[in-house]
């Protein structure tokens, strides 16, 4: 049944006024944490995503952050209801939690949670999440490569009400600081995230204040009727069908690979279901992930491919449908490993739908790309014996599309992360970079090219390090379309003592100082016969060096 528009007496220019005074809410809270918090993950890579609900958990709106964090954040706050009834809640309350029961993804992902109140009444949530760079677990990182169940992975917070009116409970503070790595940096970090959700609840009031309770409310309906009603309008563009697409994991970790995503797309008039059956089962190490991150994919494709300019709340996704089997790897039990599938798996199911929909899609799908978080972790200890923790993920070649090459080096689909700047990387860490260049010959080959991945050298200064490693096409490569030719595979090279050495794609490896850590990142998928492409294209990719 189509959606209908909310009746309300809501002037069009007081509806604007307030969808972008929520809108930038949503974006200031990401301002701010990244100006407060201690981690260069958060600070300079902006891994954090924040968003606005109403009483019920309704995704109301968001800012440009990660997209798998948002998908998630769907569901955030209507599970943490189940578990803290809105009679509990009280203003100033601010809750940390990472479950996965909770709208959760992996554990390194805490979210806060602070209820907005006006006049007495729960009116609204503030939520953010935050990449803590440690979490616990059985390596520093908390990226526990051949993890066989999720203790391994690090800690897990309960609905824990940190904050409330009073200040912090310096109690459960402890008995988290307790638990994870790099103390004084978490501190920060969570005090950072107290402070997003302390200014958006002040300026959620002022909203309230200025337009009154009913006419805010009435606005948030109106927010999530109208995507409804375009994303049904976007499917019903699509022709009635069954499509079906698939894609693979490299392994999972610990030796057994490759796994398959596979999905059905069935399109019915104005709704689609995306059916996991042919999946693979449960996976022994970490690339396993939860019902929420793959929901988290589903909403993302669709929001790409069918309505980019769709407002992203709770009324998008309303006449989407997903069919996860509990036990696949896509909604894994309570006690899987879960710390690679948030973003490795979860754009595996991505790349699979853009499989399954491009035949029906003409020229708007293009060829595979660094769907990949491509991530090394470097931990270890400084010359004063305090611990670091560098997470940095890393972007590819982009595929090429129907029309165009693909760009190079850059992040495609879910991992919307900047890079951490040379200066920064040598400042807080034991480091040198001693190169950063993009990748000769990573581009796939056809009449419209893929992008060049990128190569970026880590030069060890300190005496005890190590580097975990969890990414993806490193054995599978980015596909192409049309007759071209895939991008090159990931590679990460140790170079010591004059040799070079293979570091796998899931892998934790013991480093010393002077070692050099080479990272070359893949590159973008081809489309159409290279023999078609335009002979001084074909010239102009010598001259530049990218073949």
């Avoid at 981690?39 to 440009?64: F, H, M, N, W």
């Avoid at 209820?115 to 979490?135: Q, R, S, T």
């Avoid at 990128?454 to 990414?471: C, K, N, P, S």
């Amino acid at each position: 049944m189509s959606a209908k528009i909310p009746s309300t007496l809501v002037d069009p220019i007081t509806l604007e006024v307030i969808r972008n005074a929520v809108l930038s809410i949503a974006e200031e809270m990401a301002v701010i944490m990244m100006r407060s918090a201690r981690a260069p993950l958060l600070k300079e890579a902006g891994d954090l995503s924040c968003a606005i609900t109403d009483a019920a958990g309704r995704l109301v709106a968001q800012g440009r952050d990660i997209p798998i964090h948002l998908g998630v954040m769907a569901f955030t706050v209507k599970e943490f209801l189940k578990q803290v009834p809105p009679e509990r809640l009280r203003p100033g309350d601010v809750y940390f939690t990472n479950l996965k029961e909770v709208g959760g993804n992996h554990l390194p992902d805490v979210k806060a949670i602070r209820p907005v109140f006006h006049e007495d009444e729960l009116v609204a949530f503030a939520i953010n999440l935050a990449h803590w760079p440690d979490i616990g677990g059985a390596i520093a990182g908390s990226y526990y490569p051949t993890a066989t169940e999720i203790y391994q992975e690090g800690l897990q917070i309960p609905p824990l009400k940190l904050f409330d009116d009073r200040g912090v409970d310096r109690t459960y503070l402890e008995l988290i600081l307790r638990n994870v790595r790099g103390r004084e940096e978490r501190e920060g970090d969570i005090l950072a995230q107290y402070a997003t959700n302390a200014v958006a609840a002040e300026r959620l009031d002022e909203v309230f204040q200025a337009h009154g309770r009913k006419v805010v409310l009435d606005c948030f309906d109106r927010f999530l009727a109208e995507s409804e009603q375009q994303m049904r309008a976007a499917i019903r563009e699509l022709p009635d069908g069954r499509y079906e697409g698939e894609d693979f994991l490299d392994d999972d970790g610990l030796g057994s690979g490759p796994i398959p995503i596979r999905v059905a797309v069935q399109v019915r008039g104005e709704e689609a279901t995306f059916d996991f059956t042919g999946t693979s089962r449960q996976v022994r190490g970490p690339l396993n992930t939860t019902f929420f991150a793959t929901c988290s994919a589903v909403f993302y494709a669709c929001k790409t491919l069918l309505g980019p300019d769709i407002a992203p709340n709770d009324g998008a996704y309303r006449c989407l449908r997903v069919n996860a089997p509990p036990g696949a790897i896509l909604n894994a039990g309570p006690e899987a490993p879960v710390v690679g599938g948030n973003h490795e798996t979860s754009m595996r199911v991505v790349d699979a739908i853009l499989r399954a929909l491009a035949p029906v899609l003409p020229g708007r799908v293009g060829a595979g790309g660094p769907t990949t978080s491509g991530l090394t972790l470097l931990t270890g200890r400084r010359a004063d014996g305090s611990t670091f923790l560098f997470y940095e993920p890393h972007g590819g070649g982009e595929g090429a599309t129907a029309w165009r090459d693909g760009t190079n080096a850059v992040r495609v689909h879910m991992s919307n992360v900047m890079n951490t700047p040379i200066e920064v990387v040598e400042t807080e860490y034991p480091l040198r970079i001693e190169g950063y260049a993009l990748r000769p010959g990573s581009a796939g080959r056809g009449r419209f090219r893929g992008g060049l991945g990128l190569r970026r050298a880590y030069r060890i200064l300190a005496e005890e390090a190590q580097v975990t490693t969890m990414l993806e096409r490193a054995i599978v490569p980015p596909w192409c379309l049309d007759g071209g030719a895939p991008g090159a595979p990931y590679r990460i090279t140790l170079e010591r003592d004059g040799a070079a050495h293979p570091v796998q794609g899931k892998e934790t490896v013991v480093l010393r100082r002077g070692d050099l850590l080479v990272v070359e990142t893949c590159g973008g998928g081809g489309v159409g016969p290279p023999e078609a492409r335009d002979p001084a294209l074909r010239e102009a990719d010598r001259a530049d060096g990218y073949l």
